[in-house]
């Protein structure tokens, strides 16, 4: 029986990191359809001895598991853990037509007994481009249970194994893409922040500490990201800025490095060197000779 909701047997990123592992595998419970009924609900229950899955093929629902309110479309898929207390309602105007599957016997490596997906995902899962495979693996489910032909179960359970392999395909696809987009807004706070105060003297400790960052994590990710590390983005903002002054106004180098956060010219004229290959006072005889404003005639 099950005997709580918490679903890890080890960690999030154990979960995630592991492929998938059937300790015991699944055996179909029941199968059923629900045909179209504008009228169709059914109340709040749940299951404590097994799992269940519903395949939304055409319509629309609402349901409401643990206490959270879901609208389900055609494509979407619906998982329920065992012991989660659900309810379900077809929408009249658009009347449920669906496939559902009863699960015992489920024992998924990283996750409790008779849980199909972690305790702590969103329990619905949105059509994806593996949706129409599972509803082809829930029809034959159907009219395998239904026919009760030679070996049917030996099918049903590899079409249940199958469907579930494909949800946790799913799942992990869609943590990969969370996971990126994740990346991708903290790269660009960094970013941002950078952009902002590159003319403070700011250490990497400075931006770890302003976007509430770890250090390391902060540099891993932006690295990865943007493919160059936070502190020589940092530098490259700098020099780049410090190239736009020497050749478009008279300061001199001094008064450059010090707008650019260096307290120290020589540290920043050597800096400049090694990032473009000559002194700031070289790259502006270089290259502000071919550099020619063209007068305003407003100004005139």
């Not at 154990?14 to 009228?39: C, D």
């Not at 169709?40 to 643990?66: A, M, Q, V």
């Not at 070996?151 to 194994?161: R, S, V």
Request: charged share 25%.
């Amino acid at each position: 029986m099950f005997m709580e909701s918490t679903n890890y047997t080890g960690s999030s990123k154990e979960y995630w990191n592991t492929p998938l592992k059937f300790k015991k595998s699944p055996i179909l419970a029941y199968a059923g359809q629900v045909e179209g009924n504008p009228n169709w609900n059914f109340p709040s229950h749940k299951h404590d001895d097994l799992s269940e899955i519903i395949y939304i093929c055409e319509g629309e629902g609402t349901f409401i598991i643990n206490n959270k309110s879901y609208t389900a479309k055609e494509g979407d898929i619906l998982v329920y853990n065992a012991g989660i207390i659900h309810e379900e309602y077809s929408n009249p105007a658009n009347p449920l037509v669906t496939f559902f599957c009863g699960i015992s016997n489920l024992a998924i490596d990283q996750l409790k007994e008779l849980c199909i997906i972690p305790y702590e995902l969103e329990p619905i899962i949105r059509k994806n481009e593996y949706s129409s495979s599972i509803k082809s693996f829930f029809t034959q489910i159907f009219e395998e249970s239904s026919l009760k032909a030679a070996g049917y179960e030996i099918i049903c359970q590899g079409l249940l194994t199958s469907s579930i392999a494909l949800i946790h395909r799913v799942l992990k696809l869609q943590n990969i893409t969370s996971e990126t987009e994740e990346s991708n807004s903290i790269a660009h706070r960094i970013k941002e922040f950078i952009d902002k105060n590159y003319k403070k003297n700011i250490k990497l400790e400075d931006i770890a500490e302003a976007l509430f960052i770890n250090k390391y994590y902060l540099s891993h990710v932006f690295k990865e990201q943007m493919k160059i590390s936070p502190i020589n983005y940092l530098i490259n903002r700098r020099i780049g800025e410090a190239k736009n002054l020497l050749v478009s106004t008279e300061l001199k180098v001094g008064e450059i490095a010090r707008i650019m956060g260096y307290d120290n010219p020589n540290y920043f004229t050597l800096l400049f060197k090694k990032m473009t290959g000559e002194t700031p006072k070289q790259f502006k005889e270089n290259h502000k000779k071919n550099l020619f404003y063209h007068k305003n005639p407003n100004n005139s």
